[in-house]
């Protein structure tokens, strides 16, 4: 099908194949599946960054014309400790561990979680399904397949024979002749091939399990790979377009979903066409995965004076497919860029809709006569006022930016040399500010530069937060009397990214926490 293509062409790193491709959506409404919680423990800082992901994807999609459905699940069942194919179910754990019902437990926890969503301003999908409610959905396609003969039953339940699926492993870059049995996979009794995987698990003799349903292999649960199979085909279609998820899915989940799908369908076609990963947060070198236990969560850095929004300018600032380093300065440089950014913005409120190229475009005269290619700029450019030309060339640059596998650092690059471009007309300057943000979503159009700036009192700080703002200042001072200026700048700098600002008194220095 081909696309009618407006600007730079949408170009996404599909993790199937390992390179970039041409995004080309093959329905009216393009289909989007992410990866969704296990709703057994609050989220933490990484596993904001997949939906914070997603909704990029979302929102460049919206900016080119293309309607999205999108569903995230919600994984309350079948999710075994150390994700792992037997032992116990991780909300079954919680819910033993809390003294809560796995329902409670379930409803407390997906509650976080959407909380966390709207707090980062992460568009709602517009179906969350439960894997609960879909069990004799996937009981049913489990059938499907040991009917194909493309199954094994074991005492712990049913297994999928990978050797039977041609192009299992693909996605992964699996070495199967090799030993990928990574620590992630435990042993079972029986299992033919080591990659071999539960469909479903049979309730152990003499262990009731809290959640269980009676499918042909006896009492049990269903595999944990199975609901995004089935929730995904029954909402979206049996093929779609785009399915997106945390990397430490690339190498297992992903793969096993595929396997099971295709050899479900078995019409020779890929199962999904496009398949995006993001890359893990790192907190003090360690990636943050999902069993990491203690790492911080949103509510933490809220409590310590950081904007959510911060947070989200944060992982926007990297690439969704570099890691990325979470440490307190990253944060605090953040805030400060978030501060300076609202304060810019405020005067030119309010802002226009420009959701999408086109509407941007609509707002900018001297677009249509400078984008997409050079060849288009003559003879119309030339009636144009100089600084109606330099918002289109900053349009260009963010639209080139998002189409480019969402290269949302260069957006915010591209916004920031906006907002201090003396050139630039105001109403070319509001056209900016609106694009970068309609797929950045920090809410520039709205968010109060006092809300942002709940930030602590300078009597709040710690000793050695005191410490090193006494330092810079010193240096500050030092580097003034030696007329040393490039330095003294440089140190006003450092101090404005930590929230410092220092002014010169008769009496020397005073600094405050902005
Ligand atoms: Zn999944």
């Known amino acids: 099908m081909m696309a009618c293509v407006i600007g730079h062409q949408l170009r996404f ?194 262990r009731r399990r809290v959640m269980r349903w009676d499918s042909p292999w006896g009492w049990g649960a269903p595999g944990w790979h199975l609901e995004c199979s089935v929730m995904s085909m029954e909402l979206l279609g049996e093929h779609f377009d785009t399915h997106t998820g945390g990397i430490d899915h690339r190498e297992l989940h992903h793969v096993n979903e595929i396997a099971q799908s295709e050899a479900y369908l078995g019409d020779g076609k890929p199962w999904v066409r496009y398949w995006l990963h993001n890359e893990f947060l790192q907190l003090n070198e360690r990636k943050m995965a999902k069993s990491a236990g203690g790492a911080p969560r949103l509510a933490d850095l809220v409590a310590a004076g950081y904007h959510p929004m911060a947070y989200r300018l944060f992982l926007l600032g990297g690439h969704y497919r570099s890691q990325l380093d979470f440490t307190t300065h990253a944060m605090d440089a953040a805030q400060a860029t978030l501060r300076r950014l609202v304060t810019r913005v405020e005067p030119l409120r309010p802002l226009p809709v420009a959701q999408t190229l086109e509407q941007a475009r609509a707002l900018l005269p001297a677009a249509d006569a400078l984008l997409p290619d050079a060849d288009a700029l003559l003879p119309a450019a030339g009636a144009l006022l100089p600084e109606d030309r330099r918002a289109a060339g900053y349009l260009d640059q963010i639209d080139e930016a998002i189409a480019a596998d969402l290269a949302t650092p260069r957006i915010l690059a591209a916004l920031q040399e906006s907002l201090r471009d003396p050139e630039i007309s105001v109403q070319g300057q509001r056209v900016i500010v609106a694009a970068a943000d309609a797929l950045l979503g920090l809410r520039l159009a709205d968010l109060d530069a006092r809300e942002v700036d709940q930030r602590r009192s300078a009597a709040d700080l710690d000793a050695a937060e005191r410490e090193t703002i006494e330092r810079l200042v010193a240096e500050r001072t030092q580097a003034r009397k030696e007329k040393d200026w490039g330095r003294a700048d440089q140190i006003r700098a450092e101090l404005d990214g930590l929230g410092v600002q220092v002014t010169d008194t008769s009496t020397g220095p005073v600094w405050e926490l902005r």
């Open 13 to 206: 790193y599909n993790s199937l194949g390992r390179r970039m491709e041409d995004f080309v959506p093959s329905a009216d409404v393009t289909g989007l599946y992410s990866c969704g919680p296990t709703v057994y423990s609050f989220q933490h800082l990484g596993n904001m960054r997949p939906y914070v992901f997603a909704d990029t994807l979302r929102r460049a999609l919206r900016w080119k014309g293309i309607a999205v459905r999108h569903v995230v699940n919600i994984t309350d069942v079948g999710h075994a400790v150390a994700d792992s194919d037997t032992g116990e179910d991780k909300l079954e754990v919680a819910a033993a561990k809390e003294r809560r019902s796995v329902e409670e437990i379930a409803a407390f926890y997906t509650k976080d979680y959407l909380d966390a969503m709207a707090a980062l301003n992460v568009q709602p999908a517009d179906v969350y399904p439960r894997a609960s409610e879909y069990v004799p959905q996937m009981i049913e396609l489990a059938a499907r397949l040991e009917e194909k003969g493309y199954t094994y039953r074991l005492p712990s339940g049913l297994y999928f024979d990978t050797s039977k699926s041609p192009g299992y492993g693909t996605l992964g870059l699996l070495d199967l002749e090799g030993e990928r049995e990574g620590a992630r996979v435990e042993h079972v009794e029986g299992r033919k091939n080591k990659s071999d995987f539960a469909l479903w698990r049979a309730e152990e003799p003499g």
